[in-house]
Structures are given as C-alpha cells and as structure tokens.
C-alpha cells in the first residue's frame, strides 16, 4: 500500500543518470535538427553565390556585402517599413477587437450568446482560400487596393484569437465582476480595469503569434498590393527568385534581416508565452 501510495502522491519522478543523459542525448539531437536550417540560412547569407553553387565555404569568402547588396537590389528598406506598420497595427487592432469579443462571449449574459459564439466558431472550418477572392473583391470595389487598408483591415478580426481569449476568460472568478458591479463599475471598466491586467501572459502569447502570422504572411499582401511601395518583406523576398535562377546568397541575407523583429519579440516576451501557454486554452484549460 504504500509503494501505491508513493506512486500516486504526485511527487516527480527521478531518472537515473544514464536516463538523463539518454535525455540530454535526445534532446540536443531534435535541437540540432530544429536549428540546422537556420545555420545554413546564416551561413549561406554569408558567402557569395558562385562560393555557395561550388560549395566552397572557406573563411575568405565570409563576409557582409550581401547585406548591404540586398538593400541595394531592392527597396528592401521600404518592405521593412510596410512589414512593420502592417504587423503592428494589426497585432495591436486585432487583440483589442478581440479581447472586446471574448469578455462578451465569456463574462456577459445575453440571450443567444451559446448560439452566436458556435456560429461564430464554425468560421474555422471555412479554409482561406474560399474566402481569398470574396474579401479581394470587397476590398477592390471600395478602394483600397494598394493600400495599407488592404492590408490591415481584413485581418483585424480573428476567430482563433477570440476563441483563446474567451477560454481564459472564463478561467478568471466571476466573483471580480460582481464585486466591481457592486462598486457602480461598468462592463467596459470591468474589462479595462480587472480582466485585462490579469491576461498579461495570454496577451503576450496571442501578440506573438499574431505578430508572427502578420509578418510572415505572403499571399494575401501578393494578392492586394502591385506597387514597390507597399509590398512586404515576404513577398519583397520572391523578387530573388527567378524563373531560371534564383540568388540565395541575397535571398538568405534578406531572410535573416527579417527573421530578427520576431526573435526580438519572442525574447522580450519569453517569460508571458511560456505562461500563456500553460494558462490559456492551449494549455488544456
């Protein structure tokens, strides 16, 4: 009974050491995988194309022209710019839209609530593509074809983002809406005051991925720009490829410039998504 006991008393279980170095072994192995097409992306970024198609990685061909080059063959600068106005604004917009949505469909009584949030659940099942030349239509015919409105406003409001967000709002006690009722607060105060000051790691966790599906997205900016000046960094980045050759030394250069405003936010912001991941609706909550 107690062997039984100890099994089921939560307490973690020690590995032997060669467990944990079979572990460690394991581990370092899946990372060396993970990290391996980033290296060859650094180093490639880092030699001449002729030194890269005859595989000749000697120190003496290292260096940073390609940087340099990749801002010279195209306004690289300007896809950066866009990249970032588009990213932000839609990481900020969309997280406000759908923290306004979910403190709704999760802290509000109205009639129908179940019915409209499946409705609007069942959205997810629609693929993108289906969706691709209605909404380009839409926003060819009021105008905004070629400008950062196209780029920006279709993407403000997000199932996904607002299912999360509802998830963990549910997970908060109702006890901190009525006590604030009690003391005269409104539903908006409510939200502002209570709810979101205690949603820091899930709004981190949501920012990143937000930010991250922005920055990152190709075809619908292909799809809505056609001038240099609005394009963004991914399909800034196509101009390197062409039908017969392609040159990866500044295709790489350019891919590790844009890899770096994701790193940087995912560093800053590591502590709140590794919270929000156990915390929010990923989590298993």
Same mark, same amino acid.
């Given at each position: ?5 100890? %099994? ?74 866009? %990249? ?102 409104? %539903? ?5 005051q209570i709810i979101v000051p205690l949603s820091g790691p899930v709004l981190a966790t949501l920012s990143i991925f937000v930010f991250q599906g922005v920055w990152n997205d190709f075809l619908w900016p292909l799809v809505v720009t056609t001038s240099e000046t609005m394009r963004t960094i991914p399909v800034g980045l196509a101009a390197f490829v062409g039908q017969y050759s392609t040159a990866w030394d ?36």
């Amino acid at each position: 009974m107690a062997t039984i006991g100890a %099994s089921f008393s939560g307490s973690p279980t020690r590995l032997s050491t060669p467990a944990r170095i079979g572990l460690h072994v394991l581990l370092f192995l899946f990372s060396t995988i993970m990290l391996a097409p980033f290296a060859v992306m650094l180093v490639v970024s880092l030699i001449p194309n002729t030194a890269f198609l005859a595989r000749d990685f000697s120190p003496a061909n290292f260096s940073l022209q390609n940087y340099v080059r990749t801002f010279e063959a195209v306004p690289f600068g300007r896809y950066y710019i866009n %990249s970032i106005v588009v990213a932000v604004s839609v990481t900020v917009l969309q997280i406000l839209i759908s923290s306004l949505a979910a403190f709704a469909f999760a802290r509000l009584r109205f009639r129908g609530r179940e019915a409209i949030f499946l409705f609007y659940l069942a959205t997810l099942m629609i693929p993108f593509p289906v969706t691709l030349i209605p909404n380009f239509l839409i926003v060819k015919n009021l105008g905004w074809y070629d400008t950062y409105l196209a780029l920006i406003v279709p993407s403000l409001f997000s199932v996904f983002s607002t299912f999360l967000l509802r998830q963990y709002y549910r997970g908060l006690p109702l006890d901190f809406d009525e006590a604030a009722r009690m003391d005269g607060a409104s %539903s908006l105060r409510i939200w502002w005051q209570i709810i979101v000051p205690l949603s820091g790691p899930v709004l981190a966790t949501l920012s990143i991925f937000v930010f991250q599906g922005v920055w990152n997205d190709f075809l619908w900016p292909l799809v809505v720009t056609t001038s240099e000046t609005m394009r963004t960094i991914p399909v800034g980045l196509a101009a390197f490829v062409g039908q017969y050759s392609t040159a990866w030394d500044l295709l790489m250069a350019g891919s590790v410039i844009a890899l770096l405003p994701v790193l940087v936010l995912y560093v800053i912001g590591q502590k709140w998504f590794v919270q929000g991941i156990a915390l929010s609706g990923m989590g298993g909550r």
